[in-house]
């Protein structure tokens, strides 16, 4: 990180002279993987995962952030080549531990996660103007659910966060394993915000009560409307 701020320090500072800094030649990515069902974790691509990077050698040393797709990948191919202090960060699963490694070409990292909740047997299907989503839910942990939702976007990198329309239920329990939860929504009541005509993307989701915890969802389902 302070190799960068050297580097953009020389810069501005000395455009006319050709600097002796070396530019970025290593890479990290990888994938948060579901530990028992070995699906990849989605994710919110707004407020969602981070991974918190932690370069060695340098006091102080100022982190910084890597973004986790909504797939539940990661990648970044502008790294110094050096030892890191690697920790995800806001995540829709049991916090895991740091990891130390080193990174030297493209390196790739995977964290094997528990969700705190696991969206099942998902459907969402539209009949006129109602689009319905029906799913059940595996809690990993004795909290509360709060909400779960469905949400809508012409972006397939739909959710909670970044959605034109949304229906939305409180829960406040554990949640009933063999319950099948039920979200509609009416589109014609939402015409100003889904135009029809067009392909959205919808996705269901919950989170449970846990401070900084984020929503864990199905798979994007595309539909014209």
């Excluded at 699906?39 to 969602?48: P, T, Y």
């Amino acid at each position: 990180m302070l190799r960068s701020i050297f580097l953009i320090a020389a810069v501005a500072l000395a455009s006319c002279e050709k600097d002796n800094y070396d530019g970025p030649t290593a890479g990290l990515s990888g994938r948060f993987i579901d530990a028992d069902t070995k699906q990849l974790v989605e994710q919110d691509i707004i407020s969602g995962t981070q991974i918190e990077l932690l370069e060695h050698g340098y006091d102080p040393v100022s982190p910084f952030f890597l973004i986790v797709k909504n797939d539940g990948t990661y990648e970044n191919s502008l790294l110094f080549e050096n030892t890191y202090t690697v920790t995800p960060m806001n995540g829709n699963f049991i916090s895991v531990e740091p990891q130390e490694i080193r990174i030297a070409g493209k390196t790739t990292l995977d964290f094997s996660v528990t969700p705190y909740i696991r969206v099942l047997e998902p459907s969402i299907t539209r009949s006129g103007n109602i689009v319905t989503a029906t799913f059940k839910l595996q809690q990993t942990v004795g909290t509360n659910i709060r909400k779960i939702g469905l949400y809508v976007h012409s972006d397939s990198r739909v959710g909670e966060p970044m959605r034109l329309v949304a229906a939305e239920q409180n829960i406040n329990a554990v949640a009933d394993p063999n319950q099948v939860y039920t979200l509609t929504l009416d589109v014609a009541a939402h015409s100003s915000q889904l135009p029809a005509g067009r392909k959205y993307y919808f996705r269901a989701g919950a989170v449970v009560d846990i401070s900084q915890a984020k929503l864990n969802y199905a798979p994007v389902v595309e539909i014209d409307l």
